[in-house]
C-alpha cells in the first residue's frame, strides 16, 4: 500500500513530556500538510511543506510545537511539554499539485491522550 | 479565519433513502473536496471539483461545485448502512498557495 503512513497510530502521555510523531507522505507527493482534529469538529491546518520548505505555519502551532521535513520525504511533528488541551487526532495529509489542481490524502492519524 | 458552514449537523435516513448535503461560505473558493471519515480513521477523499458548476460522480456519490464559488453540495443516492460516517467539505480558497479549510462535517446513520 502507497497511502500515507502515520506512527504511532496512539499515544498517550503525561503532561510535561514531550511527543513526537512521524509521517510518510505518498512518494511522488512534493507537499505533506499536519492537521489537528478535536471531537466534533474537521480538521484544523496546523502548517504544510513543500518538499523540505515549511511554507506556511497557523496560528494554532504554539511555540512547542515544532515540524521538520528533512530531505523532502518524511515529516516529523514534535509537542513539547506537553498540556491536556493538545490532547487530539493529529493528521497528515500529501498532495501533488498538478495546474493548480490540488488533492490532499489523509493517513489514519496519531491520537494523542495527555493525563 | 475562514469558516465553512456545513448542513445539516446530522441526519438518520432509511437504507435506500436519497441524502443531500452542502456546504456555504462567505468566500469564493476555486477548489471543493468532499471527504467522508470513518471513526478513529482519517478523512478518506470522495469527490474533487475545481471548475464553477462542475458536476461530477463517483458511484451513487454526486457533487457540484456552486455558481457562484461559495457553495457546493454532496447527494447520496440509495444510501445503505456502510454509508454511515462524517462527511467533510473542505475548500481552498483562490489566493495562492492557501491550505484546505475544513467545514464541521455532517454525521450521517443510515437505520436499516
Known amino acids: 500500500d502507497t497511502g500515507v503512513s502515520q506512527d504511532p497510530r496512539h499515544k498517550i502521555t503525561k503532561r510535561g513530556q514531550n511527543v513526537t510523531f512521524r509521517c510518510d507522505p505518498i512518494s511522488e507527493h512534493n507537499r505533506l500538510y499536519w492537521y489537528r482534529q478535536t471531537l466534533g469538529q474537521g480538521p484544523e491546518f496546523l502548517t504544510y511543506?513543500?518538499?523540505?520548505?515549511?511554507?506556511?505555519k497557523s496560528r494554532l502551532l504554539s511555540d512547542r510545537f515544532s515540524a521538520e521535513r528533512p530531505k523532502g520525504s518524511f515529516s516529523t511533528l514534535e509537542i513539547q511539554r506537553t498540556e491536556q488541551g493538545d490532547s487530539a487526532m493529529y493528521l497528515c495529509?500529501?498532495?501533488?499539485?498538478?495546474?493548480?489542481?490540488?488533492?490532499?490524502?489523509f493517513g489514519s492519524g496519531t491520537q494523542l491522550s495527555v493525563l | 479565519g475562514q469558516q465553512l458552514n456545513q448542513s445539516p449537523q446530522s441526519m438518520f435516513i432509511q437504507e435506500g433513502e436519497d441524502v443531500s448535503m452542502n456546504c456555504t461560505s462567505s468566500?469564493?473558493?476555486?477548489?471543493w473536496l468532499w471527504y467522508k471519515q470513518d471513526p478513529g480513521e482519517g478523512p478518506v477523499l470522495l469527490i474533487a471539483l475545481y471548475k464553477a458548476g462542475e458536476l461530477t460522480s463517483n458511484g451513487r456519490l454526486t457533487a457540484q461545485f456552486g455558481i457562484t464559488r461559495k457553495d457546493s453540495f454532496l447527494n447520496i443516492s440509495a444510501s445503505i448502512p456502510s454509508d454511515v460516517g462524517i462527511y467533510f467539505c473542505?475548500?481552498?480558497?483562490?489566493?495562492?498557495?492557501?491550505?484546505?479549510?475544513f467545514g464541521k462535517g455532517t454525521r450521517l446513520s443510515v437505520i436499516a
Open positions: 468566500s469564493i473558493f476555486n477548489t
Open positions: 511543506f513543500q518538499n523540505e520548505a515549511q511554507l506556511e
Open positions: 495529509a500529501s498532495s501533488l499539485v498538478i495546474a493548480q489542481n490540488e488533492k490532499l490524502f
Open positions: 473542505a475548500g481552498q480558497l483562490p489566493s495562492g498557495n492557501t491550505p484546505l479549510v
